[in-house]
């Protein structure tokens, strides 16, 4: 997509300051193998459940993307970015489009697209900043849009090695997102760990207020 993070993102270039984008520069290789063939079936299911067929979904955060090319490859039209520039060049190359190198504080999406999908990437979202990207996360859906986020299971704000993350149990986030003018929570479930990590995840499904 030429031209679309001077339209779309409000890009800040200093991610190297950013401790969490410092470890995926470093640390790309190994964490793409440990993620990218993890079988991603239970999480898809619920969430495209409510896109509309062949819609456009945003992958933020995307990681590897393996995610964009799974939902490239089932017919939607995807958009993704990633705050680390190693990691979005090498999503570029997976997934044979353009990825886009930004954060979720820097989005400027307005009414785009039919789902938004937020696989273990909020999760490095301070709590602090929570009210401002959640607001971002509603204007980039359209009103039949629906939103997945998903984030380790625990209390607070943790560091694990050289990373910082938010962490949720299912009332503490269900708290938080009834909270949220304009959201309308669906679901908050707990799944069993995956691709290695000790801890369960949980879950969210949402869409904008009507």
């Not at 640390?27 to 991603?40: A, G």
């Not at 079936?41 to 799974?70: H, M, N, W």
């Not at 789902?115 to 607001?135: P, T």
């Not at 479930?189 to 801890?199: A, K, S």
Request: proline content about 3%.
């Amino acid at each position: 997509m030429p031209g679309a993070a001077q339209t779309t993102m409000d890009t800040q270039t200093q991610f190297s300051n950013d401790r969490n984008v410092a470890y995926y520069d470093q640390n790309m290789d190994s964490f793409i193998e440990r993620t990218i063939k993890v079988d991603m079936q239970l999480l898809y299911k619920p969430f495209l459940k409510y896109v509309r067929e062949a819609g456009r979904i945003l992958d933020a955060g995307c990681g590897s993307g393996r995610d964009t090319k799974a939902f490239l490859d089932l017919g939607y039209t995807v958009t993704a970015f990633d705050a680390s520039k190693t990691m979005a060049e090498s999503a570029s190359r997976y997934t044979g489009q353009v990825v886009e190198v930004g954060r979720f504080q820097d989005m400027q999406y307005e009414q785009v697209f039919d789902g938004l999908w937020c696989c273990a990437s909020l999760l490095h979202v301070s709590i602090a900043e929570f009210d401002d990207v959640l607001g971002r996360c509603i204007r980039a859906l359209r009103p039949t849009g629906v939103g997945f986020m998903c984030f380790k299971e625990g209390e607070g704000e943790v560091m694990r090695g050289n990373r910082r993350f938010t962490d949720f149990t299912e009332e503490s986030l269900g708290s938080l997102l009834a909270r949220k003018a304009g959201m309308d929570v669906l679901r908050i479930w707990r799944t069993d760990p995956l691709h290695g990590n000790p801890e369960p995840w949980i879950n969210a499904l949402w869409r904008p207020a009507t």
